[in-house]
């Protein structure tokens, strides 16, 4: 341990006082970018209140994401810790956090999603009319109750959520998740406390309502009620809370912007929209989708893992330092937080040719190119805390984008490059305004 502490810091800054580079963080978009040209794949800096390490690139992700409870623990900011809850899994940590994870786990086996796919085909098919009549659309606020529609549908067994109390309490409830945590009635947090009690409330009733039901398996809740852990026991109703509110979250906010994503990267690729409609013909559109004509979708698939290559609905995770360690030859002092890069990993020449292309076929079986080097695709994380909904969030995006690319046609009103906001998650600033429309036949 002494040898290690004698190592050095890496190189970078740490800062202003108190604030760090924190601003310039959230501000530039090309902040990472800049430092690791500055500094290399390893660098210090000061975000959030905290001395903080960026790591970036296959070989730190594989370090940090396999050395979870032994260097390394999940960390979230004061705000987001309380407003999740401290039942919900993604607070839970050590052997808590595996235990709970491997029985909501059962919610998202084959079993469970191939009795979801007709309930996200019936929603997808009555938004894509609905848009198809407005015609120019503002699409990201549709998509975003595309999205919580089929999360509340699918998760908790609600219909139209997004037009309910629901949907305007979950709003005020993500805006205070990375927040200033002042607790005050008029402040985000505060606005964001008071909707998590008004949620966990609705949430009571509901879990209450599906307990007098006969047990169903066409919703996560019910599958959930009946899942029980090693020792036989259950879920009691204050944990079914949290983890019914994490869900809704996990399956709403990051899914709305990897789908506006394909919208928006297809739109500025018409030769990759022309190849997935091609593979689209060969099936019967008369037909329902299921589990196994959509694993036949193969050019599909790689054009979604291209879209959150490209832009990751989730740009990084931060990790708090439990024992101080060693990478690189450089000193990860304990108390410190690690924050993996999921963008930078991305653009990794080493792994990726031409990185900054959009390049569908370079997930063609006969190059796949993220199975070069383990942890260099990092869409839904790693290691013990990989997304646990990861194939309910591709098999919404699959379904969406094939009945999409089916009937109707898009273009982007205000050009073909729309300025982004990163912060929550990627979206254009425009909202993705666009002309939206049947295909002429």
């Known amino acids: 341990m002494s040898s290690t502490k004698n190592l050095p810091l ?7 006082p108190l604030l760090g580079e ?3 963080f959230l501000r530039d ?3 990472s970018q800049k430092r690791q040209n500055w500094y290399g794949n390893l660098y210090k800096t000061h975000l959030f209140g905290r001395p903080t390490i960026v790591v970036i690139g296959a070989d730190a992700n594989r370090f940090l994401l396999t050395n979870e409870n032994t260097y390394f623990t999940s960390s979230f900011p004061k705000t987001t810790k309380e407003l999740l809850g401290a039942a919900s ?3 839970q940590k050590g052997g808590e956090h595996l235990q709970r994870r491997k029985l909501l786990s059962q919610a998202f086996q084959p079993r469970a999603l191939s009795g979801y796919v007709g309930g996200m085909e019936a929603i997808t098919h ?5 848009w198809e009549k407005i015609g120019d659309l503002t699409w990201y606020p549709e998509l975003k109750k595309y999205t919580f529609d089929v999360a509340c549908k699918l998760l908790i067994g609600t219909d139209t959520a997004s037009d309910d109390e629901i949907g305007q309490f979950f709003e005020e409830f993500s805006e205070g998740l990375f927040s200033l945590p002042i607790n005050l009635p008029w402040t985000k947090f505060g606005k964001a406390l008071h909707a998590r009690e008004q949620l966990l409330m609705k949430i009571e009733q509901i879990i209450l309502q599906s307990q007098q039901q006969t047990a169903s398996s066409q919703d996560a809740l019910g599958l959930l009620l009946q899942a029980t852990d090693e020792d036989g026991s259950k879920l009691s109703i204050k944990e079914l809370k949290d983890q019914v509110l994490l869900l809704l979250f996990a399956g709403h906010e990051t899914l709305t912007s990897a789908i506006a994503s394909f919208c928006l990267l297809l739109a500025q690729h018409p030769d990759v929209m022309a190849k997935v409609r091609t593979e689209q013909q060969n099936f019967d559109f008369s037909q329902p989708l299921t589990l196994e004509s959509l694993k036949e979708m193969t050019y599909l698939e790689q054009v979604l893992k291209e879209v959150m290559r490209v832009i990751p609905p989730v740009g990084g995770g931060f990790r708090e330092v439990i024992q101080t360690c060693e990478f690189n030859g450089y000193q990860i002092p304990q108390g410190w937080a690690v924050l993996y890069q999921v963008n930078r990993t991305h653009r990794d020449e080493s792994i990726y ?6 390049e569908p076929e370079r997930f063609n079986p006969d190059r796949a190119e993220d199975k070069t080097k383990p942890f260099s695709y990092m869409t839904f994380g790693g290691g013990v805390r990989e997304c646990l909904g990861k194939e309910f969030a591709k098999l919404e995006m699959k379904i969406f984008a094939a009945l999409l690319i089916r009937k109707y046609q898009w273009e982007l009103v205000n050009g073909d490059k729309p300025e982004m906001a990163m912060v929550p998650t990627p979206r254009p600033r425009d909202n993705l305004q666009v002309r939206f429309g049947c295909l002429s036949k």
């Open 10 to 16: 890496p190189p970078g800054k740490l800062g202003l």
């Open 22 to 24: 924190t601003i310039d």
């Open 29 to 31: 978009r090309s902040f």
């Open 89 to 91: 899994l993604a607070i």
């Open 126 to 130: 009555g938004y894509l009319q609905k």
């Open 353 to 358: 040719t031409e990185p900054d292309s959009f």
